[in-house]
Structures are given as structure tokens and as C-alpha cells.
């Protein structure tokens, strides 16, 4: 090897000695330290060639300066001789990392840790952000009218019949004595379906910008539209009177004793009364049921259940607690799900599209969410009220 051929090969190893030292400087973690450690003993290996050859051609030229009895300084022959002034490469270009540099890899490497050095270079400040490619969404509560019957229906308003009461009872009668007559008293409720709606707009700009603004957008306002379905379904007092404002359902009104007693005696009551209901879902406020669940005897054990990761710890008395804050805190509603009644659904939820004022002109896509429905208590005696629990 020559050493033009040498001085070729003191280029590249200059270069693969930069990326790998910075590629060192930048490592993070122990797997990119332990990533770069192959290419570390290649260098070397490369590094060590390359200081023998450049050895050999030093004796070379200095034998040979020698055998001529001259020198290879300049032409005239003065100045100190060229083979006298010549190094190895290691001093001259030094290819190598220094002592201390490869100290602290190998401690690194020891204890599976990363390096850091002062002196490095980054573009971290200068990178933009990278936006996370959904909205972070609200958190509503669940659907009350998932756990509650529907009955659709084609016309604004539903008519039914409802037995209230009768007149007169059977009875034993004696042969020839006159039968007793019933008669039977009915009355007539007549709901009519109300709507629930609300329009939102998004610019053309927002829509081609954020393409999962207009999903989130319309998953929202659906949720939202559901809350206030909630709240009117338990407390509404106006368009869709809600089971607690509803005329005629159970109260009771809780004073002393354990939660436990008080949902027992609701249990007990809606049984033994005219609708002989068997209670299957109890509608309460999460603070109210954290209250409840909370409650411990005189030596420290929970009443509701020993194990608070149980199924029970989600129901009382056997029957499922659905949590929603749309519930006023102290109070709970404790229903039959299949004997109270219905919900009339002239509509479901829908979304229609189109343009408001000067929608079009300002680049304004606007939605309209709607449903149609209404609450139809038939037996006012299957739900029942509790008043007075605790609000947290």
C-alpha cells in the first residue's frame, strides 16, 4: 500500500470516525449504545490496519534514505530530512476516541445505561409539534333509555287506555241471590312526541384542515343531545314529564336506619302495591350511591357487600344501580322496567345537513340533530321516588 493509497483510506476513516462519534454522543438508551458497538470494533480494527501499514512505509522510506546517504528535505538538500519529520498517522490524523470517551462508554455499557456529553448538536427546539390526530373527547354518562322499553310510533301523538279502577268486587253469592256488578273506570292519556334538537356549523377550512374534527363533532353533539334526554327522562317537568315529576308514583321518604332498610321498604312497596311491581333498576346519583355503598355495621364491614370488586357492589338488594349524575343527588328512582310503560319514539336520533343565513358565503357546513319522543308512564305505581339519602 502506497501512501496516496494510505492517505485515501486516513479520508474515510475521518469520516466514519465523525458519524460514529456523534452517532455516540446522541444515543439515548443502552439499546442504541449496544446498536453501535459492532461498528466501534470494525473502526478499530480498520484504525489498527491502517497504523501498520503506515508504519511500514515509515521504516520503508527511512531505509531507504539510508541506502542513498541523502535526505528527503527539500531540493537544495537543506532543512531537516523528510524521514526525520515524518509521524505516524495516530499522531498526525488521530482516528482513534480518546481514553476518556471510551471510558465512559464501556461504563455505560456496564451498567446498561445511556451517555450523555455536554457538547452536542439538536434541532429539538427548531421541530414543530406534532398534533395528536384526534380530539380528546368529553365523557358523558350512560343512556338512561338503553334500559328502558320503546315503542315507535307513526303519528305525532300516541292515545291509550288506562284501567285506573273498578267498581264493585266479585263475591260468593247464594243460588237465586243477585250477583254483584263491576264496573270498570277508564281513562284516557294521550303523549304527544317532543323534540330534542340543536344545529352546530363547520367551516370548509376546519373540515379540509382537521379531517377528524367533523366525526368527533357530530359523535358529540350526539351525546350531548343524549344528556339532556337523561335529565328529562328522570326529572323533566315540562314537554317530557320525567318519572319523578310524573302524578301518582310511590314515594318514600328515607329518616332514619341504614340506606339498605330504606331500598328494602321501596323494594317492598312497589311489590305490594297496585301494579305489583318487582323492581329491577335503580336510577341514582353517584355521590348518593357512594354513600350508600360506603355504610359499614358497628365492627367496620361494609352493609352493600364484604367485597367492593363484586357484581353485587354495582346493585342493591339484587337489582342493577345505573349511576348517572343526570339524577338529583339524594334521591333515587327504583322502577319495573317492564310494567311502568314506554317510551314513545316517533324519531330516533337523526342528523340532516344544509345552510342557515349566510352559511354558504362564509364557507359554513351546518348540521341539525334531532330526535322525537316522550316518556308514557301506564302504571305510575311501578316506579317509586326515594327522598332524603345522602348527597355524597
Known amino acids: 500500500m502506497n501512501s496516496a493509497q494510505i492517505k485515501a483510506q ?45 508504519a511500514k512505509l515509515a521504516k520503508a522510506d527511512e531505509f531507504v534514505a539510508k541506502k542513498m546517504g541523502g535526505s528527503f528535505g527539500d531540493a537544495a538538500g537543506h532543512g531537516e530530512p523528510a524521514y526525520q519529520t515524518k509521524k505516524l498517522g495516530k499522531d498526525v490524523c488521530p482516528l482513534a476516541f480518546t481514553e476518556e470517551s471510551l471510558r465512559q462508554v464501556h461504563k455505560a455499557m456496564e451498567n446498561r ?29 350512560n343512556r338512561l ?21 273498578s267498581t264493585g268486587v266479585p263475591a260468593i253469592t247464594a243460588e237465586g241471590a243477585t250477583k254483584p256488578d263491576i264496573t270498570l273506570n277508564f281513562v284516557q292519556n294521550t303523549i304527544t312526541a317532543q323534540k330534542i334538537a340543536c344545529t352546530f356549523g363547520l367551516s370548509w377550512e376546519t373540515q379540509m384542515d382537521f ?12 351525546k350531548q343531545v343524549i344528556d339532556v334526554e337523561n335529565s328529562a327522562l328522570i326529572n323533566g317537568s315540562t314537554g317530557i314529564v320525567g318519572f319523578q315529576q310524573t302524578s301518582g308514583i310511590l314515594t318514600l321518604a328515607y329518616s332514619s336506619g341504614t340506606y339498605l332498610d330504606a331500598f328494602s ?19 341514582m346519583h353517584p355521590g348518593t350511591f357512594g354513600a350508600v355503598r360506603r355504610q359499614k355495621d358497628s365492627q367496620g364491614r361494609y352493609l ?12 342493591i338488594w339484587g337489582v342493577e344501580v345505573l349511576q348517572t349524575t343526570a339524577c338529583p343527588a339524594g334521591t333515587a328512582i327504583v322502577l319495573d322496567t317492564q310494567k311502568f310503560g314506554f ?3 316517533r324519531s330516533n336520533l337523526e342528523l340532516q345537513t344544509g345552510y342557515n343565513g349566510n352559511d354558504f358565503s362564509q364557507n359554513i357546513t351546518r348540521w341539525a340533530v334531532e330526535e322525537r319522543l316522550n316518556l308514557a308512564v301506564e302504571r305510575p305505581a311501578a316506579v317509586l321516588n326515594v327522598t332524603g339519602l345522602p348527597t355524597a
Request: without cysteine; aromatic residues 6%.
Open 10 to 54: 486516513i479520508n474515510q476513516l475521518e469520516a466514519e470516525r465523525d458519524e460514529l462519534t456523534t452517532l455516540i454522543k446522541s444515543a439515548r438508551t443502552n439499546a442504541q449504545i449496544e446498536a453501535l458497538w459492532p461498528r466501534y470494533q470494525e473502526f478499530n480494527r480498520k484504525r489498527a490496519e491502517l497504523e501498520a501499514e503506515s
Open 113 to 141: 445505561q445511556s451517555i450523555r456529553v455536554k457538547a452536542f448538536s439538536t434541532v429539538d427546539p427548531l421541530l414543530p409539534a406534532q398534533l395528536f390526530p384526534s380530539v380528546i373527547a368529553r365523557v358523558h354518562e
Open 145 to 165: 333509555l338503553d334500559r328502558l322499553p320503546v315503542t315507535p310510533t307513526q303519528l305525532p301523538s300516541t292515545e291509550f287506555l288506562v284501567h285506573q279502577s
Open 211 to 222: 379531517a377528524g374534527t367533523l366525526s368527533y363533532a357530530q359523535g358529540e353533539v350526539f
Open 265 to 283: 321498604q321501596a323494594i317492598e312497596n312497589l311489590r305490594v302495591g297496585s301494579a305489583l311491581a318487582e323492581a329491577n333498576l335503580i336510577v
Open 304 to 315: 352493600l357487600n364484604p367485597d367492593p370488586t363484586a357484581n353485587e357492589a354495582n346493585s
Open 343 to 345: 317510551v314513545v319514539m
